[in-house]
């Protein structure tokens, strides 16, 4: 079993910046896929960002230019730094990672608003 810890949600005014963390815990052997996804009450969950199976990473292309995925692979962590925010990246955010299965994080809100 994975475990999967969230930080960093809150409100922040358009075009302010937050970072996301996402701790990982448990049984680790070696976690390749690992990144965020988001959902709002009015849209399914979709990939914000995230790292595959060969290292790369994955941007939803509402995101590219404006946030970026980094990984300390020492503390099983990722994060998410989010800049130049939208009222429209407004939702929950979902930390996933895979290991022989999904794992998925608690959530993190979001808001962006002024």
């Known amino acids: 079993q994975v475990q999967l810890v969230e930080s960093g949600g809150g409100l922040v005014q358009p075009g302010g910046s937050l970072r996301l963390s996402c701790a990982a815990s448990g049984s680790i052997f070696r976690i390749y896929v690992m990144g965020w996804y988001r959902q709002t009450p009015a849209r399914q969950r979709e990939l914000v960002a995230t790292?595959?199976?060969?290292?790369?990473?994955n941007y939803a292309d509402s995101v590219k230019g404006r946030f970026t995925l980094s990984r300390d692979n020492a503390k099983n962590t990722v994060y998410l730094q989010m800049n130049s925010l939208k009222p429209e990246d407004t939702a929950v955010y979902y930390c996933h990672a895979h290991q022989l299965d999904d794992y998925w994080g608690q959530g993190t809100q979001v808001t962006v608003s002024s």
């Open positions: 790292f595959t199976q060969t290292g790369n990473t």
